[in-house]
């Protein structure tokens, strides 16, 4: 098979794919953790009642979800995480004390000491150094585009982002400008 153009869009796989081309993109892979906890019955923390929510207090972001189909109030640290040297190897939730104490120091001060964790979880966030997306042709390649750093944020412009590239590949104007996500922002590190 044999194409005109190719998008790279790989998550946390990215550098790995653009190492085969000797380019190295500026991603910061990091291991975040999620958790879902206990909420009481008759408790203002169900779906229908309780709204998904962010927190910012200047030091730390969190955000959550409410209590679906009894799985549990769902709560997540958006910046914090542990620097991984290869984003393919994730330690399971527990492996630092901080994968429990965070949440549970939050949601203590925030919302109820009767709140208690039910389940964790670990992923990736693969973000850049200003946490915005890169989407733009790779350098020496014009008929190569690559579209990452959309950890944590990144869905709620997926139509809007596939939309655009769909456009750019099709050798048409996007609808919208990417200027500032162009890989030029990052020329000392490319």
């Not at 799985?71 to 994730?90: A, V």
């Not at 549970?104 to 208690?116: A, C, L, P, R, V």
Request: proline share 4%; with cysteine; aromatic share 12%.
């Amino acid at each position: 098979m044999v194409a005109k153009k190719l998008l790279i869009t790989a998550g946390k796989g990215t550098n790995q794919i653009t190492r085969l081309l000797n380019i190295k993109l500026p991603l910061i892979p990091l291991r975040k953790t999620f958790s879902w906890l206990t909420a009481a019955e008759n408790s203002y923390y169900k779906e229908g009642k309780f709204p998904a929510w962010g927190y910012d207090d200047g030091n730390s972001t969190y955000y959550g979800f409410p209590d679906i189909n009894e799985k549990g109030l769902k709560i997540g640290r958006h910046d914090g995480g542990r620097l991984l040297d290869d984003p393919r190897e994730l330690e399971q939730f527990g492996t630092y004390s901080e994968d429990e104490q965070e949440i549970i120091g939050f949601t203590h001060k925030h919302f109820s000491k009767d709140i208690e964790l039910k389940e964790g979880k670990v992923c990736t966030y693969t973000n850049t150094p200003d946490e915005d997306f890169i989407i733009d042709y790779l350098p020496e390649y014009e008929n190569i585009m690559v579209a990452c750093g959309f950890s944590g944020h990144g869905f709620k412009f997926a139509s809007g982002i596939g939309e655009c590239l769909a456009s750019i590949l099709m050798e048409k104007q996007p609808a919208i400008s990417l200027e500032s996500f162009r890989l030029s922002r990052f020329d000392d590190s490319i």
